[in-house]
């Protein structure tokens, strides 16, 4: 039975929870409650905040692979992302892709796997977070805007969460799944197997995925070399129900991917590999009316290998090794107070970013030359967030604040004495306090849901931002160095939503807007010299006055019969600084239109997506003009039944008239794959 207290005493307990997640990291033995399981659900009639949040469902929680909702169930998680209503990707060839949220890259973003934060080892970004795990492995991945994702970090575009499939103690005895698929235009091979264990009292889950892929082909049968790769993913999670209200849990990732081409890059990468693990304890009530509290502890280190040593005829060969090693931990609980609901979390990491380049002159009498292109930074961050969800008569609010503190360390006196050359006064240490705060209101008018809020927010510099020695981009042909002077990049947040189901026909607009001040970016610094041979010039990292972004989108589904479902996406993006110039990255107005039928055990999909010429490019960064493209594709699956068990069979054909096209975020016109026949099978056994 809840106790329930008056509106006066809500300071007294919110500075309980604070105490509590500042001093609960041992677990006691409270009273037994029951096990509760987050549930996704769909807009009902009842007073509740609606975040301006993406489920992106990969795998269903019966650990059957989702043939009939996906067009590609075993595509990487590259597509999935892709295909998805906020998020785009920058590509720098077939593999790797990197996530962008409302026009904004990885800097200003929180990318986590099971709230773990990591940091890729490349320089380049040719490592991205996602490049670590594997659909094969994920359940869903959380796509939240702006500050709705500060609970994962501080932010300025928003959060992804990807979301590890656990068996949760289901009482499913002994399951697994055997996986293939097949690709025709780069000839990739898909192979995997998932083998598990789940009662009432314990479960572990095993995962295991291989993928290789050779070069592909563009629209019209052009070759893109280096565009190969390979890549293998073991994954497992663990439970253990100490009792009723008590687990302990555990979970471990290893990636390795080798021999992967970057055709839009004048390097490849030998290998990339990553370690991540975490043990956590879960408890479903606490002390006092406190409940849901969870601590995680979690490492990972990841090594980066780039190298050119495939590519004929370059000008001096280089080996570009990186490491990134990240330690952490976040504590959180929930509390239940009348019409509020809080929830608190403490978190904390520790990072450790290196990276070098050795030049290797052809001339055999030179000498090699070495430089420190990340000097041994040491991140050390520190946050509390605290989120209130208030429940009104006719309305809802979401009132939510982060505040964290965060030290760099350049623990290399080499690379310290590299940056003092352009910055003589820089300090060794720099420390940095972070801050967020966001309201969101909601009122349903019957079936009627509007919503909308105010955020701020705030960023440090990145690694490459700060502290970066001369790195090369192939976009802008520029190199870069980093600025230790920066400020914090500041932006303050609107948006909205709006949400009506009509009969069979929903409808929703969404929108946001981002002022954003001291916006950081590199500004060519005429009076270096560059170090990359045919580089146009030298940019220095620095923050701009202002910059404002725009991101506004129609969404519709409707339901044509009861086997066959419409839905379609228009979306338009915006981005320009304090004089007008426009920003790089910012998509044209991009559609998607599909039809998705399922009776049974068949299913099958057509898709039509395409965007708009990219007429509001930047020279000055790179870009140029991007002409409109469309693509059909489609998709046929069925599922059969063998000896009582499930085989799960798809086919399908992407870009059907062999499109020849890149996109706005394709590096360097890099061209996409062109015709592309793919099939998968997916054998569960239960």
């Given at each position: 039975?809840?106790?329930?207290?008056?509106?006066?005493?809500?300071?007294?307990?919110?500075?309980?929870?604070?105490?509590?997640?500042?001093?609960?990291?041992?677990?006691?033995?409270?009273?037994?409650?029951?096990?509760?399981?987050?549930?996704?659900?769909?807009?009902?009639?009842?007073?509740?905040?609606?975040?301006?949040?993406?489920?992106?469902?990969?795998?269903?929680?019966?650990?059957?692979?989702?043939?009939?909702?996906?067009?590609?169930?075993?595509?990487?998680?590259?597509?999935?992302?892709?295909?998805?209503?906020?998020?785009?990707?920058?590509?720098?060839?077939?593999?790797?892709?990197?996530?962008?949220?409302?026009?904004?890259?990885?800097?200003?973003?929180?990318?986590?796997?099971?709230?773990?934060?990591?940091?890729?080892?490349?320089?380049?970004?040719?490592?991205?977070?996602?490049?670590?795990?594997?659909?094969?492995?994920?359940?869903?991945?959380?796509?939240?805007?702006?500050?709705?994702?500060?609970?994962?970090?501080?932010?300025?575009?928003?959060?992804?969460?990807?979301?590890?499939?656990?068996?949760?103690?289901?009482?499913?005895?002994?399951?697994?799944?055997?996986?293939?698929?097949?690709?025709?235009?780069?000839?990739?091979?898909?192979?995997?197997?998932?083998?598990?264990?789940?009662?009432?009292?314990?479960?572990?889950?095993?995962?295991?995925?291989?993928?290789?892929?050779?070069?592909?082909?563009?629209?019209?049968?052009?070759?893109?070399?280096?565009?190969?790769?390979?890549?293998?993913?073991?994954?497992?999670?663990?439970?253990?129900?100490?009792?009723?209200?008590?687990?302990?849990?555990?979970?471990?990732?290893?990636d390795e991917a080798r021999d992967v081409g970057y055709p839009?890059?004048?390097?490849?990468?030998?290998?990339?590999?990553?370690?991540?693990?975490?043990?956590s304890w879960v408890q479903d009530s606490f002390i006092g009316d406190l409940e849901n509290w969870e601590t995680k502890l979690y490492a990972n280190t990841i090594t980066h290998i780039m190298d050119d040593s495939q590519r004929p005829d370059v000008p001096i060969r280089m080996d570009m090794p990186g490491w990134s090693d990240t330690y952490g931990f976040y504590t959180q609980t929930e509390l239940i107070l009348d019409d509020h609901h809080l929830i608190g979390k403490l978190d904390g990491y520790y990072n450790r970013s290196l990276a070098e380049m050795t030049m290797y002159p052809n001339d055999p009498n030179e000498q090699d030359m070495f430089m420190l292109t990340w000097p041994d930074v040491r991140t050390l961050n520190s946050g509390i967030y605290l989120e209130d969800k208030i429940s009104l008569k006719e309305s809802s609010v979401k009132l939510s604040t982060r505040l964290a503190l965060q030290t760099f360390n350049v623990a290399d006196d080499f690379g310290l004495n590299s940056l003092r050359i352009f910055n003589p006064d820089m300090a060794q240490r720099q420390t940095r306090v972070l801050k967020s705060v966001s309201t969101h209101y909601h009122r349903q008018f019957k079936a009627l849901h509007l919503s909308g809020g105010l955020a701020y927010g705030d960023r440090a510099p990145s690694v490459s931002e700060g502290f970066g020695f001369y790195l090369f981009n192939s976009f802008d042909n520029h190199d870069y160095i980093g600025n230790p002077d920066l400020k914090n990049e500041k932006a303050l947040e609107a948006n909205f939503k709006m949400a009506w189901p009509i009969k069979n026909l929903d409808i929703a607009v969404e929108g946001n807007y981002f002022h954003t001040w001291d916006y950081i970016i590199g500004e060519v610094h005429p009076e270096l010299d560059v170090m990359t041979i045919g580089a146009d010039g030298v940019k220095v990292y620095t923050n701009l006055e202002y910059a404002n972004l725009y991101n506004v989108s129609l969404d519709m589904v409707y339901q044509l019969t009861s086997e066959l479902d419409w839905?379609?996406?228009?979306?338009?993006?915006?981005?320009?600084?304090?004089?007008?110039?426009?920003?790089?990255?910012?998509?044209?107005?991009?559609?998607?239109?599909?039809?998705?039928?399922?009776q049974g055990n068949f299913s099958g999909t057509l898709t039509l997506s395409g965007a708009l010429d990219q007429s509001d490019f930047n020279p000055d960064f790179g870009e140029d003009h991007t002409p409109a493209y469309a693509l059909l594709s489609l998709s046929l699956g069925k599922t059969f039944s063998i000896g009582g068990e499930a085989l799960y069979g798809k086919v399908g054909i992407e870009n059907i008239f062999d499109r020849y096209y890149s996109t706005y975020s394709d590096w360097n016109n890099i061209p996409r794959m062109g015709r592309n026949f793919f099939m998968t099978l997916s054998y569960a056994i239960n």
């Open positions: 039975m809840k106790t329930t207290y008056p509106y006066g005493a809500w300071s007294g307990y919110l500075g309980h929870l604070i105490l509590v997640l500042c001093l609960g990291v041992i677990p006691l033995s409270p009273q037994k409650a029951q096990a509760q399981e987050p549930i996704l659900a769909p807009i009902i009639d009842s007073i509740l905040p609606i975040d301006l949040k993406e489920v992106i469902v990969i795998s269903s929680f019966n650990r059957g692979i989702e043939h009939k909702s996906q067009p590609k169930p075993l595509s990487t998680l590259d597509q999935y992302l892709e295909s998805s209503k906020k998020v785009s990707m920058v590509k720098r060839g077939a593999y790797a892709w990197d996530p962008m949220l409302n026009d904004m890259t990885s800097e200003r973003l929180s990318i986590t796997i099971d709230g773990m934060r990591i940091f890729g080892a490349c320089t380049d970004k040719m490592d991205p977070i996602t490049s670590y795990v594997d659909v094969s492995n994920l359940s869903d991945i959380h796509v939240e805007s702006g500050q709705q994702g500060a609970r994962h970090g501080n932010v300025i575009g928003g959060a992804l969460d990807m979301r590890l499939e656990k068996s949760n103690f289901r009482p499913l005895g002994w399951t697994g799944a055997v996986e293939t698929g097949y690709e025709s235009n780069n000839t990739a091979q898909i192979v995997g197997g998932e083998l598990n264990f789940s009662n009432e009292h314990f479960y572990v889950d095993t995962d295991l995925i291989y993928r290789k892929a050779e070069n592909y082909t563009a629209g019209g049968g052009e070759e893109v070399a280096f565009s190969q790769f390979e890549k293998y993913n073991l994954s497992t999670n663990a439970g253990y129900k100490v009792s009723e209200n008590q687990k302990l849990l555990a979970s471990f990732i290893f839009a890059l004048p390097m490849d990468v030998s290998l990339a590999r990553a370690f991540i693990g975490s043990l839905s379609g996406l228009v979306s338009y993006h915006r981005g320009t600084d304090q004089n007008g110039r426009n920003l790089p990255f910012i998509s044209p107005l991009a559609y998607r239109s599909r039809l998705t039928y399922g």
